[in-house]
């Protein structure tokens, strides 16, 4: 499991996420969660609508990985992925981060920030973005 | 599938804030990647055009599953779409008679090969903003389907 | 380490004995990837020099696992070498002041952030050569082992 920082989690919880997943043949479906809850320093759960977990239930049943883009404001200001694979229990979604990549437009974009350790992430985030997290 | 015009006025907004989309593509074993794209516009009434900018696992899934899914993060404003069908990346050097589905990469690269000369990105904050931009081609999604993606009614078909 | 004078001499843009070469990145589960580099170049004896114009994978792999290979693969007589260290990209975008193994962004890119006025791309074969050009920025690999790539002795060290 990768560790998110406080930062990641809070812009992901405060404004959810774009959930990408698809079939094991490659054919995408995307929804879109607009909050999410945050266990750990990597389990992110979202609480779906019945249309939601109906929409993906056939595709995380046959391929979990799951891709995880901030929504909102967060899409511009928390230029994150996240990937890993999901279980679905009822109307809930979870997903347990195993990559972390930053996807801010420029040199950056994709760079795989789960390979180092947290304390460069937290570095590398305070030489790039101005914030530590939504606006309270 | 024609997008309507409101639609099309969301994706044709240009240097007044646009819209961000979020497009997910897919390997050829299923691995999603879903980044989110700043430059965007409507080519045509059938197709949505992003800037390949700083495309890379976005450009090595579509190299071997030419598919992806559009969808609309910010502002929403009621606008819950995802639009999905077939996507490539029009690169510069392809023959301009190339045809995918329906348009011309020479038609394409011709309007949006370059795009900071229509929408400079001065107006994004600074922490934010791209320091430096070398387009290498256009994303190119033609819509075949587009469906909801607000929470209760996920997946309904909008067109 | 410092490269022999007849290394210099085969991979300096521009050279007289120019080489093509692959660079090998691997993703950090171990998924190789061999990136063709007919352009190179050498800094300070000791680092490799290319620039970064259709790279994808070789750059997703970079931004995980920073170590490169780079092989002649022609022409290979007197030639059969192989260059093994850190690697990295050095983007139009990144501050100057930013550096990898000592070199920085702002004297990498300024030598070789636009390739074409160093060594003309017309100096491959019009059938061989890129179309179009987009260069984002230059690949360093800094060189720590050379090895033998020729059947009898692939993998003695040469230095």
């Known amino acids: 499991m990768a560790t998110m920082t406080p930062r990641m989690k809070a812009w992901l919880e405060k404004f959810g996420a774009h959930i990408g997943t698809a079939t094991k043949q490659g054919y995408p479906t995307t929804i879109v969660v607009e909050q999410a809850s945050i266990t750990g320093d990597g389990v992110v759960a979202f609480n779906l609508t019945p249309a939601q977990a109906n929409q993906i239930k056939d595709n995380i049943a046959q391929n979990p990985y799951v891709a995880l883009a901030p929504h909102a404001i967060a899409s511009i200001r928390a230029a994150y992925q996240f990937k890993g694979p999901a279980a679905l229990s009822g109307n809930t979604l979870q997903v347990t981060v195993k990559e972390i990549y930053c996807t801010k437009p420029g040199p950056e974009a994709a760079l795989r920030l789960d390979v180092l350790p947290l304390e460069h992430i937290v570095k590398f985030e305070e030489s790039r973005w101005r914030d530590s997290g939504p606006p309270k | 599938m024609r997008m309507n015009e409101e639609m099309l006025n969301s994706l044709r907004t240009i240097g007044t804030g646009g819209v961000v989309v979020h497009l997910t593509t897919c390997s050829a074993e299923g691995i999603p990647n879903t980044v989110g794209e700043r430059f965007v516009a409507a080519f045509g009434e059938e197709h949505i055009v992003i800037a390949d900018m700083f495309a890379q696992k976005t450009k090595v899934n579509l190299n071997e599953n030419p598919g992806g899914v559009i969808t609309v993060a910010q502002p929403v404003k009621g606008r819950h779409w995802a639009f999905r069908g077939p996507c490539t990346i029009l690169m510069w050097g392809e023959d ?47 819509v075949d389907e587009v469906y909801s993606w607000k929470p209760e009614e996920s997946g309904r078909p909008v067109l | 380490m410092k490269l022999s004078s007849e290394m210099i001499a085969a991979l300096r843009a521009g050279g007289e004995k120019d080489v093509v070469t692959y660079l090998t990145t691997s993703s950090v589960s171990g998924k190789c990837n ?45 030639s059969l070498w192989a260059f093994r260290g850190p690697c990295n990209i050095i983007q139009w975008g990144h501050p100057p002041k930013f550096a990898f193994h000592g070199v920085t962004a702002g004297e990498a890119l300024e030598k070789w952030g636009d ?31 050379v090895y033998n790539l020729s059947p009898a002795s692939s993998g003695a060290r040469i230095s």
């Open chain 2, 96 to 142: 301009e008679n190339y045809d995918f589905h329906g348009v011309r990469a020479g038609d394409v690269l011709r309007e949006w090969g370059d795009w900071a000369s229509k929408e400079p990105p001065s107006e994004v904050p600074p922490d934010i903003r791209p320091p430096a931009l070398c387009q290498r081609g256009v994303i190119t999604l033609k």
């Open chain 3, 34 to 78: 061999l990136y063709l580099q007919p352009y190179t170049d050498v800094y300070r004896e000791e680092f490799i020099i290319s620039p970064d114009l259709f790279a994808q994978k070789t750059k997703i792999n970079i931004n995980e696992n920073r170590v490169g290979l780079m092989t002649v693969a022609h022409p290979v007589k007197g």
């Open chain 3, 115 to 145: 390739w074409s006025k160093l060594e003309p791309y017309d100096t491959v074969a019009e059938d061989l050569r890129p179309k179009a050009v987009g260069q984002r920025g230059v690949i360093v690999l800094k060189v720590e082992e």
